[in-house]
């Protein structure tokens, strides 16, 4: 029996199980041999040398990665080659793109690389067209805009979700609070710290059992289910923030574009028309959680004209600009001198684990 027979008949079997408790056990065992399973038929036979097949190999450049997803013709190299100017071919028959075409978009100082990747079909997951290809570069990716047809939004958007989950990349999603470390003797150690409703001990042990796991510890920090702990324990899941960007809305009616507008974490756009651009830039430069720093040479006005781009939230340290700069800067770096919104006076000096805000201007003093 095939990889892909094996997987269809653990799928059928948990479309015909009840979920509730007394089945919870049972379907938490069918997950982790799903997971497997899958896991074997997206690395290959690797072990076995040879070919794996050819991929997109496409330098990564710019402040960031932006993946253009979607199904054939849904106007992902119209959009490429509007924003960025770079050629990509267009025409109104299927599969125009068969391999992976780069652009750079310039936006509030940052150089944002965009992929257009070929349109995926059903089955990309298991190895159908050049899907294993195009996905496995999503992953790569800091962003994936999903490109929809407007006319047939939520049935391409239900199969590409599938197919993107399917191959370990998790969209919209945070990466689950759990603590799991192996060890050598001591057998299973489940603890929490807040009452889970999803997993119970037996259920972990069961999980990890399949995983060949006797002796490990499981902290859950948070309301985890079965897929959460198989996520944890494959280790090779990633998390990537997701757009979803309509396409061809001057092709639909008003009242069906109020009806898309309930759709989470979208932009409708008119590749064509050039319609609604400035969102989509502003939702991707949001989404992508980037901020642009300045640095003030000693004695000098601050260089406006050059940001230093680099990730948002709390990697966004004093650290983190230096290495960005130079990776030795920030061994060499005596103090820094903030001007901006994340300093209470203006200059403060601060040191290496300082967050920096957006448009804040630093000075680095050397040892």
């Known amino acids: ?33 799903l997971a497997k ?11 076995a040398g040879g070919p794996v097949g050819e991929g997109f190999d496409v330098m990564k450049s710019g402040d960031a990665r932006v993946g253009l997803i979607g199904f054939p013709s849904v ?8 924003l960025t100017g770079t050629f990509s071919e267009v025409a109104s028959y299927e599969f125009t793109t068969l391999t992976c075409i780069p652009g750079v978009v310039n936006y509030k100082g940052a150089r944002i690389q ?29 962003l994936i805009l999903i490109v929809l047809d407007a006319s047939k939004p939520l049935v391409h958007k239900r199969i590409i979700e599938s197919e993107l989950e399917g191959f370990g990349i998790r969209l919209n999603k945070e990466k689950p609070n759990i603590a799991f470390r192996r060890k050598d ?12 409703t999803h997993l119970d001990s037996e259920t972990v042990k069961a999980i990890l059992g399949e995983y ?9 920090r948070c309301d985890a289910t079965a897929d959460d702990l198989i996520d944890i324990i494959e280790g090779n899941r990633v998390y990537i923030p997701v757009l979803y960007v309509l396409n061809k809305i001057d092709a639909i009616s008003i009242e069906e574009l109020d009806l898309l507008d309930r759709i989470p974490h979208y932009v409708p756009i ?9 969102e989509l830039l502003d939702k991707i ?3 992508l959680d980037l901020i642009r720093i300045y640095t003030k040479p000693r004695g000098q006005i601050p260089d406006y004209n050059a940001p230093v781009v680099i990730r948002g939230g709390g990697s966004s340290s004093v650290e983190s600009f230096c290495t960005r700069i130079h990776k030795t800067l920030a061994k060499q770096m005596k103090y820094a001198l903030v001007w901006g919104s994340s300093v209470k006076h203006q200059p403060q000096r601060v040191g290496k684990d300082h967050v920096l805000n957006d448009e804040d201007v630093v000075q680095v003093v050397k040892k």
């Open 1 to 33: 029996m095939s990889l892909v027979q094996k997987i269809k008949e653990i799928e059928d079997e948990m479309a015909r199980t009840q979920k509730n408790k007394a089945t919870s056990y049972h379907l938490g065992l069918l997950k982790a041999k």
């Open 270 to 278: 008119s590749a064509h028309q050039e319609w609604n651009y400035d």
């Open 285 to 287: 430069w949001l989404y």
């Open 212 to 220: 060949k796991i006797f002796n490990a510890d499981v902290c859950l």
């Open 114 to 142: 965009l992929l257009d990747l070929p349109g995926i079909i059903e089955g990309a997951k298991d190895g159908k067209g050049r899907g294993r290809q195009v996905i496995a570069v999503g992953r790569t990716c800091n």
């Open 75 to 82: 106007g992902k190299s119209t959009l490429l080659s509007k």
């Open 37 to 47: 399973f899958k896991r074997e038929l997206i690395m290959g036979p690797s072990k």
């Open 185 to 196: 003797k001591g057998g299973i150690n489940f603890t929490h710290t807040i009452a889970p």
